[in-house]
């Protein structure tokens, strides 16, 4: 079954520090989104990417953050000065558009001290 | 004003009981309807995908959307220890961009 795959699992940052969050998409998907959930709350969408562009975003989705598809395989989100209240699983997805819905990556846990 | 409203339990249910588990939302524009089942500290894995009002079935799943009263539902049927799980659901206007996403109901499946 094919699977969204998500780098590192688990990545502590200092305060301050820019971190890249890193995902494979599957591969004949045309849709990308971060979502995130701090612990103990909801999923929130962050960024939707297609066509090699930012499709929609939140508010949460500020100057700190972006994204990017560097190489036709992988699907990045960085944040450059990271906040503690950045903290959260970080979850990458990919979909068609269609019925089939959207996968989700297992996530990368971002915590920041 | 809060887009989808769900109970997050904990429920907990005797194995082979029927669960059910429910949403509100508030915005109309939502066509594109979903169920995700999320084991701790993992992502969501899709179970059931419907578009507009009505049924669908899909082995002991059955999800239901009534538009009318902005309410949908998933029934698990003979539940399992192994659907112990956080349930979420998830919601969209245009099935291309922002899904909306309930908090989860925690559901325990007592062997």
Known sequence: ??????????????????????????????????????LGQKVEFLVSFYNNEISEKSEIFDDQFSVERPDGSNFTLKIRSTKLEDSAMYFCASGQGSVYGYTFGSGTRLTVV | Q?????????????????????????????????????YSRKGPELLMYTYSSGNKEDGRFTAQVDKSSKYISLFIRDSQPSDSATYLCAMSADNFNKFYFGSGTKLNVKP
């Open chain 2, 2 to 38: 809060k887009e989808v409203e769900q109970d997050p339990g904990p429920l907990s249910v005797p194995e082979g009981a029927i669960v059910s588990l429910n949403c509100t939302y508030s915005n109309s524009a939502f066509q594109y309807f979903m169920w995700y089942r999320q």
């Open chain 1, 1 to 38: 079954e094919p699977e969204v795959t998500q780098t590192p699992s688990h990545q502590v940052t200092q305060m301050g520090q820019e971190v890249i969050l890193r995902c494979v998409p599957i591969s004949n998907h045309l849709y990308f989104y971060w979502y995130r959930q701090i």
